[in-house]
């Protein structure tokens, strides 16, 4: 814990520093560190858990605003005085019987990269920032659940504003709360989108990527994917070339059974897209024994196991916005 704090410490100290110096390097090295970066911070007990509505889920959004500004990521909203803004609230009330302190609202976190040309076509990467709060006195981080996923997103972000390929699309970063209360934000944004749904190509959903479950304990050069083919099948070839050469990592499938008890597909931001006939993927890395657990904290995290998945979802991005195929009709 010591040497977690000293951690966390350091990068506070230097983060603005560190961001101006490096910014334009993509090097793996550097993308560790910004994974790292951020989720020391995001996971940080200084962030109470980032309860949906709560104060830490403010602070938090506040770094997302901050870094995406630092990084060059335009505001994603409009509000409606006409002002842009990386901010979209929606009215929150909590569940009867909960007697923690909450805000009126919470905020998802948009922010927009522009296509290099015209274009009116856009992809979504998206993940949940909320996790549970402090119950009975323990501080639940959510380091996997989902900072990793946030931390990627905030990273792809970074290495898609210095990339100097064209891009034929644009780009929407989307941080959801809410989540955890039953995908609210996600239900929210799908119901008053920023831009017309029928322009958003695809939503690449990442929730947990940290870790590695006990099926995948020897090997953890591993990710599932979910709904890469439920839409649009040209999506899933998609990710496939995406995943070839060096790089690749085992594909597994497993929760992408329409039959499969744990019903995944349903329980994560993207199913709010695909149940408008939007393709989606979601990537995860699997249910582990820490998972909405106080112990789920960034000591356990593999950043270089979490840097080749966010490195998959950024090669398959990467085909969406600079080649872009049709996805539908399929």
Same mark, same amino acid.
């Given at each position: 814990?010591?040497?977690?704090?000293?951690?966390?410490?350091? =990068?506070?100290?230097?983060?603005?520093?560190?961001?101006?110096?490096?910014?334009?390097?993509?090097?793996?090295?550097?993308?560790?560190?910004?994974?790292?970066?951020?989720?020391?911070?995001?996971?940080?007990?200084?962030?109470?858990?980032?309860?949906?509505?709560?104060? $830490?889920?403010?602070?938090?959004?506040?770094?997302?605003?901050?870094?995406?500004?630092?990084? &060059?990521?335009?505001?994603?909203?409009?509000?409606?005085?006409?002002?842009?803004?990386?901010?979209?609230?929606?009215?929150?009330?909590?569940?009867?019987?909960?007697?923690?302190?909450?805000?009126?609202?919470?905020?998802?976190?948009? $922010?927009?990269? %522009?296509?290099?040309?015209?274009?009116?076509?856009?992809?979504?990467?998206? $993940?949940?920032?909320? !996790?549970?709060?402090?119950?009975?006195?323990?501080? #639940?981080? &959510?380091?996997?659940?989902?900072?990793?996923?946030?931390?990627?997103?905030?990273?792809?972000?970074?290495?898609?504003?210095?990339?100097?390929? %064209?891009?034929?699309?644009?780009?929407?970063?989307?941080?959801?709360?809410?989540?955890?209360?039953?995908?609210?934000?996600?239900?929210?944004?799908?119901?008053?989108?920023?831009?017309?749904?029928?322009?958003?190509?695809?939503?690449?959903?990442?929730?947990?990527?940290?870790?590695?479950?006990?099926?995948?304990?020897?090997?953890?050069?591993?990710?599932?994917?979910?709904?890469?083919?439920?839409?649009?099948?040209?999506?899933?070839?998609?990710?496939?070339?995406?995943?070839?050469?060096?790089?690749?990592?085992?594909?597994? #499938?497993?929760?992408?059974?329409?039959? *499969?008890?744990?019903?995944?597909?349903?329980?994560? *931001?993207?199913?709010?897209?695909?149940?408008?006939? =939007?393709?989606?993927?979601?990537?995860?890395? $699997? =249910?582990?024994?820490?998972? !909405?657990?106080?112990?789920? *904290?960034?000591?356990?995290?593999?950043?270089?196991?979490?840097?080749?998945?966010?490195?998959?979802? #950024?090669?398959?991005?990467?085909?969406?916005?600079?080649?872009?195929?049709?996805?539908?009709?399929?």
């Amino acid at each position: 814990m010591f040497l977690r704090i000293l951690f966390f410490a350091a =990068i506070l100290t230097g983060y603005g520093t560190a961001l101006a110096q490096s910014a334009t390097d993509l090097s793996e090295s550097s993308s560790l560190f910004y994974l790292r970066q951020h989720l020391y911070t995001l996971s940080a007990d200084s962030m109470e858990g980032r309860n949906t509505a709560q104060e $830490g889920q403010r602070k938090a959004a506040e770094y997302l605003v901050h870094t995406l500004k630092e990084i &060059g990521i335009e505001p994603g909203v409009i509000d409606s005085n006409g002002h842009k803004t990386y901010l979209q609230p929606w009215d929150f009330v909590k569940r009867y019987g909960d007697r923690r302190a909450y805000y009126p609202q919470s905020w998802n976190v948009i $922010g927009l990269l %522009p296509a290099t040309e015209p274009s009116d076509e856009y992809v979504v990467i998206s $993940g949940h920032y909320d !996790h549970l709060g402090v119950l009975y006195d323990s501080i #639940y981080n &959510g380091a996997d659940d989902n900072g990793s996923g946030t931390s990627s997103i905030l990273e792809m972000a970074r290495l898609f504003s210095k990339q100097e390929t %064209p891009r034929k699309r644009n780009l929407l970063f989307i941080f959801f709360s809410g989540e955890e209360k039953g995908l609210l934000g996600s239900k929210h944004y799908a119901q008053y989108p920023t831009v017309p749904l029928e322009q958003i190509v695809t939503d690449i959903n990442i929730d947990m990527v940290g870790r590695a479950d006990s099926i995948h304990a020897e090997d953890s050069n591993y990710l599932y994917v979910i709904g890469s083919d439920r839409i649009s099948k040209r999506l899933d070839s998609l990710l496939q070339a995406a995943n070839s050469g060096p790089d690749s990592m085992q594909l597994d #499938y497993t929760y992408n059974d329409p039959d *499969d008890p744990q019903r995944l597909y349903e329980r994560s *931001d993207h199913y709010n897209f695909a149940s408008k006939g =939007i393709p989606v993927v979601f990537f995860f890395s $699997g =249910i582990h024994y820490d998972y !909405h657990k106080p112990a789920d *904290d960034v000591e356990k995290i593999n950043f270089e196991v979490l840097y080749r998945r966010m490195m998959l979802a #950024y090669r398959l991005a990467s085909l969406l916005v600079c080649e872009p195929v049709p996805l539908l009709p399929d």
